[in-house]
């Protein structure tokens, strides 16, 4: 099993520019995380599906970012336009959810470090 | 609010001692604790998980504690190795009805020296 993939690893651009980041999750799992990781405000999420259906999104910080899950394998969070206080590492997670009672862990890909000057 | 407290400053211990780190909430009432750990540049990695009604849990030569009254998680890794040494993270799961949902504490960086 490859674990979460996200693409890029490294992104630097410039404000105002679109920012798209990807995840693909661990095949099975029902349930993606888009995290974001700063030395200021630690790991926070942002936003996270059920079987790819959007279900809290008020850690979205801004109109200015937005998240889909087309289907159970690809997710995207676009920033636009990006700005210097974007800079952080972005993580996607995937797990098996809640089933029968029993929470499962969750699986983190290696993250995008996005940087915006 | 609530709140996750973990130790902002690192834990520096010696090779072979046990370890014991931190994790205080406020205005939670959790169903689970997990607790994760992140070594630099990559994301972080489930260790353990213990539930409300579990007061002790084990794996390894890591021990996690949750007393529900003090509102506090315990995790200890003994006999300390320098492979160890990274961030460890408290994540508490949120309200029943977002009970896939993870809040994170800002971490404690361990170093374990020779």
């Known amino acids: 099993d490859a674990g979460v993939i996200q693409s890029p690893r490294h992104e630097v651009t410039e404000m105002g520019q679109e920012v798209t980041l990807r995840c693909k999750p661990i095949?099975?799992?029902?349930?993606l995380f888009w995290y974001r990781q700063t030395m200021m405000r630690g790991l926070e999420l942002l936003i996270y599906f059920n079987n790819n259906v959007p279900i809290d999104d008020s850690g979205m910080p801004e109109d200015r970012f937005s998240a889909k899950m087309p289907n159970a394998s690809f997710s995207t969070l676009k920033i636009q336009p990006s700005e210097p206080r974007d800079s952080a590492v972005y993580f996607c997670?995937?797990?098996?959810?809640?089933?029968?009672?029993?929470?499962?862990?969750?699986?983190f890909g290696p993250g995008t470090r996005l940087t915006v000057l | 609010s609530q709140k996750i407290e973990q130790n902002s400053e690192a834990l520096n211990i010696q090779e072979g001692k046990t370890a014991t780190l931190t994790c205080n909430y406020t205005n939670y009432s959790p169903a689970y604790l997990q607790w994760y750990r992140q070594d630099p540049g990559r994301g972080p990695v489930f260790l353990l998980l213990i539930r409300e009604n579990e007061k002790e849990k084990r794996k390894e030569r890591l021990k996690v504690t949750f007393d529900t009254t003090l509102k506090q998680s315990l995790f200890h890794i003994t006999a300390s190795q320098p492979a160890d040494s990274a961030t460890y993270l408290c994540a508490l799961v949120g309200d029943t009805g977002t009970a896939s949902k993870l809040t994170f504490g800002t971490g404690t960086r361990l170093q374990v020296t020779l």
């Open positions: 997670a995937s797990s098996l959810g809640v089933a029968g009672g029993q929470y499962n862990e969750q699986f």
């Open positions: 095949s099975g799992h029902n349930s």
